[in-house]
Structure formats: structure tokens, C-alpha cells
């Protein structure tokens, strides 16, 4: 059996089997989460957001997970490399962080530019 996972906001879904880590299902729907640790939870760098109404469909949180991400848990906020899939999910992606500072840039400069 199989269950569907929906990476927003790119709209990608990828069918995997329950238990497959979300980082792995990213990977799997050719789609990027930044990670140093390799998946040991070390560098909490795989933060994903859950959509309401789908928390269920991930693992529990871990007694470590939960520790380190502390009231972010509250928030919807998992860490991917840690969370299993086990039901259809909807995950959110953070922005990658050197295409915010690209965006970032490009804003100031507009902003700057309209000055003129």
C-alpha cells in the first residue's frame, strides 16, 4: 500500500510507503530540503510545515524532535528528516534560502529603483 504526499507550494505529489521519512519523499519527488546532519536531527535545518488537517498522517513527534523543536511543534513545524509519512500528507516547503536573499536583493532594488 502506498499513500500520497503533496509538496506545496510546488504542487508535487509523489506516492511512497508509510514510513518513508518526508525528506525522502522530497528527494523522491525530485524537490530540495537543505540539510547538513545527513538526518540525524542534528542541524534542524529540515524544517517542513504540515497543513492543517494532516498532522495526522505524519508519525508523532518524537520526545527529541519535540525537544528540539520546542513551541514550533505547536506550529505545525516538523522536521522532515524525522518525520515518517503514514497517511495522504500536504507538506509546505520553506523557500530555499539563497533564492530568498536573490528575491530579497531584487526587491531593495526595485524599491531603490522607483525612487528615481
Known sequence: MEVQIEFWPQGKKVKVRPGTSVLRAAQMARLHITTRCGGQAACLMCKVRVEKGYEGALSPLS????????????????LACQAKVIG???????????KAAVRKKLMQQTDEDSLW
Open 63 to 78: 520526545s527529541a524532535e519535540a525537544r528540539k523543536l520546542g513551541p514550533l511543534a505547536e506550529e505545525g513545524i516538523r
Open 88 to 98: 495522504h500528507a500536504v507538506i509546505h516547503l520553506p523557500e530555499d534560502p539563497l
